[in-house]
């Protein structure tokens, strides 16, 4: 069954995402899952020292 996640494309220089790649590699997670793991901590860093972010979902 297809993922519902929404899709969003990203451009890096090669360099940084061959790194990105080896850390994800070192982790034992695809890339992909290694992006979503940062987005995910600097979100939750965001909100400590900010607040919680609410998003209406109409």
């Given at each position: 069954m297809p993922s519902r996640k929404p899709f969003f494309s990203l451009r890096i220089p090669v360099e940084l995402m061959d790194k990105l790649k080896y850390i994800a590699d070192y982790n034992g997670r695809s890339a992909?899952?290694?992006?979503?793991?940062?987005?995910?901590?600097?979100?939750?860093?965001?909100?400590?020292?900010n607040g919680q972010i609410n998003i209406n979902k109409d």
């Open positions: 992909n899952k290694e992006i979503e793991q940062l987005v995910i901590k600097h979100v939750r860093d965001f909100e400590k020292e």
